[in-house]
């Protein structure tokens, strides 16, 4: 079924201030994306800002999906189209600009080839940071200023998710490799080696980004362990203590006490007593 395809012009604008222009802004219904099967060059800067709906977007170094709250950052000798998933209503927002200050952004790195896809939401809050761009009696300057402020916030806060995404990665990754070297007397530093960072380094920074040593969460991981081979085995506390890696069971019982306030032995009876209390009488 042919899309009913409806633009809305809200701002046209040739009169350059000197820093560049803000050209053309509209708002797109049901919009069909990119006209045509091949990729096109704009040869200005561009901004879609996605409202609804979801799709795809490429250009020779990728394909990305699209979806509602994603910012397009188009480049002017950027070869791209974007275009909707079937059976579904892609709303948008576009702004063409151009001009000395956004050369400059380019030369600088400013603007992310790397990432042309921008993740910016609340929606609501974006569109009227966006709108707020061409606001009515605003002049060039001040809108080439705006749009300054709002690519600036826009990629800082894309800055801020992809560090915050990295680090949740790095974070995963050591517990991962510590859980490997549970019970490994040596198992911060040889954590660390597999991280390929120095002791020092990983153990301070696993201990900022996590808000514990690497040591105590591999005895808080020690101690989980042990209370579960209790519960779930019979295993005498020596057998258990040569698991864990501890020297001997006098050094397992000692931080288990420590950890718990009661030995392994005593734990072990009070878990089985409170099995025993909460099974249902057996009727005669």
């Known amino acids: ?31 069909y994306g990119t006209p045509g099967k ?13 409202q609804s709906g979801s799709g795809t977007y490429e250009d020779p170094q990728r394909t990305l999906a699209v979806n509602p709250g994603d910012l397009i950052l188009l480049r ?51 569109l009227d940071r966006f709108k707020d761009i061409y606001a009515p009696d605003t002049n ?24 915050t995404q990295s680090t949740q990665i790095w974070i995963d990754r050591a517990r991962h490799i510590l859980e490997h070297h549970l019970t490994n007397p040596k198992g911060v530093l040889h954590s660390a080696q597999d991280m390929g960072q120095s002791y020092d380094v990983f153990r301070k920074k696993f201990t900022r980004l996590t808000g514990q040593t690497p040591k105590r969460f591999i005895h808080i991981r020690q101690m989980q ?3 579960r081979l209790l519960v779930e085995t019979n295993l005498s506390n020596e057998a258990i203590a040569e698991q864990l890696g501890f020297c001997d069971q006098f050094h397992f019982s000692k931080r288990f006490k420590q ?8 734990c072990r009876k009070r878990i089985k007593y409170e099995a025993t209390k909460s099974m249902p009488a057996l009727r005669e």
């Open 76 to 126: 002017p000798e950027l070869e791209h189209r974007y275009k909707p998933s079937v059976k579904t209503i892609w709303n948008e927002y576009f702004m063409l600009f151009d001009g000395p200050v956004f050369q400059l952004w380019e030369q600088q790195g400013l603007f992310p080839a790397n990432r042309p896809l921008l993740k910016l939401t609340p929606i609501e809050l974006w």
């Open 38 to 50: 091949k990729r096109r060059k704009l040869g200005c800067y561009a901004l879609v800002y996605v």
């Open 259 to 266: 950890h718990h306030g009661i030995n392994p032995s005593a």
């Open 225 to 227: 362990k042990a209370t």
């Open 140 to 163: 060039p300057l001040q809108q080439v200023t705006r749009l300054q402020d709002f690519l600036a916030e826009a990629l800082k806060r894309d800055r801020y998710i992809v560090e």
């Open 1 to 31: 079924m042919k899309r009913t395809h409806t633009v809305y012009s809200l701002h046209q604008g040739s009169e350059q201030s000197g820093m560049g222009r803000i050209s053309t802004v509209a708002r797109l219904e049901d919009s």
